[in-house]
């Protein structure tokens, strides 16, 4: 009899650290982090609105709330938070409710992770 496999989920980095290292060279480590910590804020605010939005069925308020997610990802180098909400409003497109409800539990895993990643990058590029 074969053993059975052992599934291992992949760890992927969410931010990109060339990204945050880039932000530093360009802004100085002050105004770097002054731009890390207002998209932080952004993400905690939008992302329990994107969540209560899509609870509720509101999806022109979900569409708003992604859209302000992938731009401040974009703008902090947040990769796997980007291509999370671009999944979610490709599931939104579709209209599939079941694929929506797990990648929405999937975007906010990555955005707690991202956030974490991304101050800890921040603080050692300063």
């Known amino acids: 009899m074969d053993r059975p496999s052992i599934l291992r989920p992949r760890a992927r980095d969410c931010v990109d650290c060339e990204y945050i290292k880039d932000l530093n060279r360009t802004l100085g480590p ?21 969540v209560a939005a899509f609870a509720k069925g509101n999806m022109d308020d979900l569409r708003r709330h992604l859209r302000v997610l992938r731009a401040l ?28 409800t797990a990648v929405m539990a999937r975007m906010s895993r990555v955005a707690e992770r991202s956030s974490i990643e991304i101050w800890t990058l921040s603080q050692q590029s300063s």
């Open 30 to 50: 002050d105004q770097a982090t002054r731009v890390v910590e207002t998209a932080l804020q952004r993400l905690d605010e939008n992302l329990p609105l994107a």
């Open 73 to 100: 990802a974009t703008q902090t180098g947040m990769a796997e938070l980007a291509l999370a909400v671009g999944h979610m409003r490709d599931c939104i497109a579709r209209g599939d409710g079941v694929a929506a």
